[in-house]
Structure formats: structure tokens, C-alpha cells
């Protein structure tokens, strides 16, 4: 795809206000694939002015008209899905069946779920004597991450348009052709001028002005807890509305009567999958005293499979943060089964499948999150012991458990400080609300209850 030179503004490509760009790595032979422009405050003013002259008309479309635009999208996405993944693989260095499938696959499906939320939702009911509407926030400033390039953005615009809301985008500075992609089908899909813009740019100078600008009502932020703290702070002092998806550290709890091997390897897929970029990822694995080195030996042998198939982490600082983790790792006394913080390759930002175990709880790669392809194995003596492991972080995005029975999955389950677990290798559920626990965020995305964090409540008395 061939990069933009301008910001996506009230319909049309606009030059940016400054000339300052932003080079694209490819991280897979770290050669530059292109530059967009580094927007700065004034792009942003810009593109909040245009999204709140867009607001009136957008909130006052009938929902039927608002759930064809995103079926039209939906179906744009669909016919440029070849092209879409290319452009994830080229910025991202995802391999390209999982930029097919996932990077692309996961944000049809759930565009597709909010045309149909658009055109069924009850935007009115009657409670007593009251009716009670469901209305749009407004203008949404949306700050995306580079790690799921495609589906972080529509997990938050799709939703914004069903809900009548317009949106300003300011995507992240390693993945900005996606983001043009993402743009270009907004506009084929036939969606109104304005009601949807993007500006490309640094974040703490783009992203910042955004959070910051009076124009926007709701700042919707995916990314890391570090930065999502400071955009609460600035959403906080101007009581706006924040929605975070942050940071994960999750857990794999594998109860005693568990398929061992089947939970230790769909694990070990889980972290290794997209380099281990996935802020939903089981990087800690809980395992019973008694099946530790069975399951320690099951994991350094999946993760050797893995080898060469997985790509590199997206760019140079990330390459030398995950290196950073596993010899600290080393450091504190954890035992290296799998890979290591050496290159296994001259060129591009490649990381070896790592495993650790004897890690304990309170080591540093037990308790932050690395975001790369490194996971740990913990012991627990009884369930108890696993439940306190399990919990024993500032974060609670998602998780597993496996059992022999259900049930007793379930019961674990329900007492693990965490928004999302799947069981016995659940399914991802694209109607299912995701989001965090503690630190791990604010609010919920995808689904019924995604489209809620855009809508706020009237009631009229009769
Ligand atoms: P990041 O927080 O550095 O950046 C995320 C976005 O925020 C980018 O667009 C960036 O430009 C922007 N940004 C950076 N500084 C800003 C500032 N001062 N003001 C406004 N915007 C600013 O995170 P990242 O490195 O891009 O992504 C990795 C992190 O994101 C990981 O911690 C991961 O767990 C988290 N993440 C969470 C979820 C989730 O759903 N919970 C999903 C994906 C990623």
C-alpha cells in the first residue's frame, strides 16, 4: 500500500499543519517502507473541529442508516482483507497467515457485529413513566496501539459510529499504514464527512493534544498502564469521560486433573502467538507441585517447535525491552529451558521463544509485563496457593483454567480478579465484553457492552 502524505480530515486528505513525518520500519529487515506526516496540535484542532460539525448529523441518523455504513465497511474490509494483511505483515512483521486470519479476520467479525448492534439495539425503552434514551457521548478521541494494528482501531470506532458518536484517531506512530488502510475503506464505505478522521503523530505530542483538546467528550486509549494513568489524570481534571484498555500479566492456572500436555501447549501457542505482543496473554503457566517438571519439559519443547515460525517484535526499543526482561530473569534465578536474550538472527528485531522456570511470584518477570515471547512457569502447592499466584499482580486482563471437570474450571474461575477466562481452551468470543480488572483498565470493549461505553442516558417523565 502506498502511504499517505496527508491526515484524513473531514472527508478528504489533507497536508499536515508542520512538516515533521514519521518513518515506517519494516521490523522483519529493519529497512524503512515508507513516512506519514507527525501531526501536532493544530492537526488535532483540525480534526476535533471537523468531528463535532460531523456530531449533529451523525447522532441524528436513524440507526438503520448508521449499521449499513458499517456494513458497507464490513464489507470493504472484506474485499481489501489481501492487501490489509500485507500492510500489517509489512509494518507489523506478523507472519502473514496470522495477519490474515487474525489481524484482519478478528476486525470483520466484529465490525459485522456492530452493523447488526446498530440496527437492533434499543436506543429507547419506557421505565414507569419515563422514557429513557440512549444518546452518543460525542466526540471520541481514540488512541490505538501498534500491537493489533486493525482490530484495536475498529474495536473502537465501529462502535463510536454505531452509537452515533464521531471519532478523531490517532493511531500508533509503528503502524500508521494500517491506520491509512483502515481510513481509506471509512471512506469507500460511503460514512459522512467528518464523522470519522485520522491523525497520524507521536504521542505524547498528537496523542496528548487529543486527550487534552475541550472538543472531545470521551478519550477511548489502548495501550500501556504507564500511559493510561496520564491520560486518566487529563481526562479526570476536565471531568471527560475515559475508557482504558491497558496492560496484562495474566494467568494459565492447569488444575491437577487437566489435559496436561493439551493446556501446556495451546499455553505456550497463546504467549509465542504474535511474538508474544497480545496484552491478553497467559504469560505466567500455574502448575501443581506434582506435574511442575512434566509440564516445564512439555513447554520447552512446544516452545522450541516455534523456533523460526514466529516474527519479530515491531521495533528496536521492544527488542531490547523483552532482551532486558529475560536476563533480569536470568538474574533474579529463574532457569532458562527455552531460547534466551540472545539475536537468533543478524537482521530484523527477532526474539527467541523463551522459557523460565522456578520462577516464584515475586520476581520481576512473574509480576511485569514483557510483551514478547517469554513465558514463566510457576508451581502452586495446593489450589489456594494457585488462586494467590493467580491474583498476585496489579493487573487483571484476562486468563485460563483447565480441569477435568467444568465445574470445578468455573468455580476457580470465578474467584480470579480478571475480566475474561477462557476454559478448557474457550473460544475468543467477538460479542464478548474485554476488558480489565485492577490496573488493567476501564471500562469494556467488543460487543453489546462496547457499544455501551458510547452511549450515555436521558430520561424524560410523563
Ligand atoms: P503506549 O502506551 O506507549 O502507546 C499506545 C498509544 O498511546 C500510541 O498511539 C501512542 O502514540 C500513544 N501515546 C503515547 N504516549 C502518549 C501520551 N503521553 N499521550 C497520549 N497518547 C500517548 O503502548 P504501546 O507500546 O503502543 O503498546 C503496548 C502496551 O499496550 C502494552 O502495555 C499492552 O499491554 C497494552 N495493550 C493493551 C491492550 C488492552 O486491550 N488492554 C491492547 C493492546 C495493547
Known amino acids: 500500500m502506498k502511504a499517505h502524505d496527508g491526515m484524513y480530515i473531514d472527508g478528504t486528505w489533507r497536508p499536515a499543519v508542520g512538516r515533521d513525518v514519521i518513518e515506517v ?44 455504513r458499517l456494513a458497507a465497511l464490513r464489507d470493504v474490509l472484506v474485499a481489501r482483507a489481501g492487501e490489509i494483511a500485507e500492510t500489517v505483515t509489512a509494518e507489523l512483521g506478523s507472519p502473514l497467515k496470522l495477519s490474515q486470519t487474525v489481524h484482519v479476520g478478528a476486525p470483520i467479525a466484529v465490525a459485522g457485529s456492530y452493523a447488526e448492534l446498530a440496527a437492533t439495539y434499543a436506543f429507547e425503552e419506557r421505565i414507569g413513566n419515563s422514557t429513557v434514551y440512549q444518546e452518543p457521548i460525542g466526540v471520541v478521541g481514540a488512541i490505538t496501539p501498534w500491537n493489533y494494528p486493525l482490530h484495536q482501531i475498529v474495536a473502537k470506532v465501529a462502535p463510536a459510529l454505531a452509537a452515533g458518536c464521531t471519532v478523531v484517531l490517532k493511531p500508533a506512530e509503528d503502524t500508521p499504514l494500517t491506520a491509512q488502510a483502515f481510513a481509506e475503506a471509512v471512506h469507500e464505505a460511503g460514512v459522512p464527512a467528518g464523522v470519522f478522521n485520522l491523525v497520524t503523530g507521536l504521542g505524547p505530542v498528537a496523542g496528548q493534544a487529543l486527550a487534552e483538546h475541550p472538543g472531545v467528550d470521551l478519550v477511548s486509549f489502548t495501550g500501556s498502564t504507564a500511559v493510561g494513568k496520564k491520560i486518566a489524570a487529563i481526562a479526570g481534571a476536565a471531568v471527560k469521560k475515559v475508557a482504558l484498555e491497558l496492560g496484562g500479566k495474566s494467568a494459565n492456572v492447569i488444575l491437577p486433573g487437566a489435559d496436561l500436555a493439551k493446556a501446556v501447549n495451546v499455553g505456550v501457542a497463546n504467549v509465542m502467538s504474535n511474538s508474544g505482543q497480545t496484552c491478553s496473554a497467559w504469560t505466567r503457566m500455574l502448575v501443581h507441585r506434582d506435574q511442575y517438571d512434566e509440564a516445564v519439559e512439555l513447554a520447552a519443547t512446544a516452545a522450541a517447535k516455534y523456533g523460526d ?36 538472527r543478524e537482521r530484523g528485531y527477532f526474539v527467541s521463544p523463551t522459557v523460565f522456570a522456578d520462577v516464584t511470584p515475586g520476581m520481576t518477570i512473574a509480576q511485569e509485563e514483557i510483551f514478547g515471547p517469554v513465558l514463566s512457569v510457576l508451581a502452586y502447592e495446593d489450589e489456594e496457593d494457585a488462586l494467590r499466584i493467580a491474583n498476585g499482580t496489579v493487573y487483571g486482563l484476562a486468563g485460563a483454567v483447565w480441569a477435568g471437570d467444568e465445574a470445578e474450571a468455573v468455580a476457580f474461575a470465578r474467584r480470579m480478579e480478571t475480566g475474561q477466562v477462557d476454559i478448557n481452551g474457550g473460544r475468543f468470543n467477538p460479542l464478548a465484553p474485554f476488558g480489565g480488572y485492577k490496573q488493567s483498565g476501564v471500562g469494556r470493549e467488543l460487543g453489546v457492552h462496547g457499544l455501551a461505553e458510547y452511549l450515555q442516558t436521558k430520561s424524560l417523565q410523563f
Not at 519494516?26 to 460531523?54: F, L
Not at 533474579?332 to 527455552?338: F, N
Open 25 to 68: 520500519v519494516n521490523p522483519a529487515d529493519e529497512q524503512v517502507i515508507g513516512q506519514v506526516p507527525a501531526g501536532d496540535a493544530r492537526d488535532v484542532d483540525t480534526a476535533v473541529r471537523a468531528a463535532r460539525a460531523a456530531l449533529p448529523g451523525w447522532a441524528a441518523t436513524p440507526p438503520a442508516e448508521r449499521a449499513a
Open 309 to 344: 515460525r514466529i516474527g519479530p517484535v515491531v521495533n528496536a526499543k521492544q527488542r531490547e525491552r523483552v532482551r532486558g526482561y529475560i536476563e533480569k530473569g536470568i538474574a533474579e534465578g529463574a532457569r532458562l529451558v527455552a531460547g534466551g536474550p540472545e539475536a537468533p
